[in-house]
């Protein structure tokens, strides 16, 4: 969801959007994205997609909220998480930067969250943490603005967007 708000405000940038699902390719290609299916979790495809494309900047917008389960989500930063930092290094990528939420996440979610933001601050290159608040609008959880913080989607997507082509590496907090 956010990977596809930021997309339409990188079109001066060379950008391979990752997708798990064939159905979603041409959704990436229309949104000004080259599009491949790779599974984060399949490290060794996502390792050979990086070092074959040579990024300058890998961006982590890796969730799983389709199931509406916390575990899942923690999987996602834990497994994805170190996948794609794995392939950042391998890659020479100059940049990582990774998502994560401007709001507290209580147990195993929390944990998963901090540990995600720890390895993009420990990247040897420049490592971005962008904390987003709860997300709303089309197509989010939300249509309307939920409890603080909040942000609109495409609102999110235009900031995520400047902060990943432009700000220097830090935490950001984008509400």
């Known amino acids: 969801m956010l990977g596809r ?20 390719l041409q959704v ?15 490290a060794e495809a996502l390792l050979q997609l990086a070092l074959g494309e040579r990024p300058h900047a890998i961006v982590n917008f ?10 899942a989500n923690s999987r996602a930063r834990r497994e994805g998480g170190a996948n794609l ?23 195993d979610a929390g944990k998963a969250a901090e540990e995600l933001e720890r390895s993009a601050l420990r990247f040897s290159g420049d490592g971005l943490v962008l904390r987003f608040g709860r997300l709303w609008g089309p197509g989010t959880a939300y249509e309307t603005p ?5 942000i609109h989607i495409e609102r ?19 509400t």
């Open 146 to 150: 939920p409890r603080p913080p909040a």
């Open 62 to 71: 890796v969730t799983d909220l389709a199931g509406a389960s916390a575990d």
């Open 156 to 174: 999110a997507g235009a900031e995520a967007a400047r902060l990943i082509t432009q700000a220097p590496p830090a935490t950001y907090a984008v």
């Open 5 to 24: 708000a930021t997309l339409p405000h990188l079109d001066r940038h060379e950008v391979v959007a990752l997708t798990r699902s064939p159905e979603k």
């Open 85 to 107: 930092l794995q392939a950042a290094i391998a890659s020479a990528a100059s940049r990582l930067v990774v998502e994560s939420v401007a709001f507290e996440l209580e147990g």
């Open 28 to 42: 990436l290609r229309d949104l000004g994205a080259e599009a491949a299916v790779c599974d984060v979790y399949d």
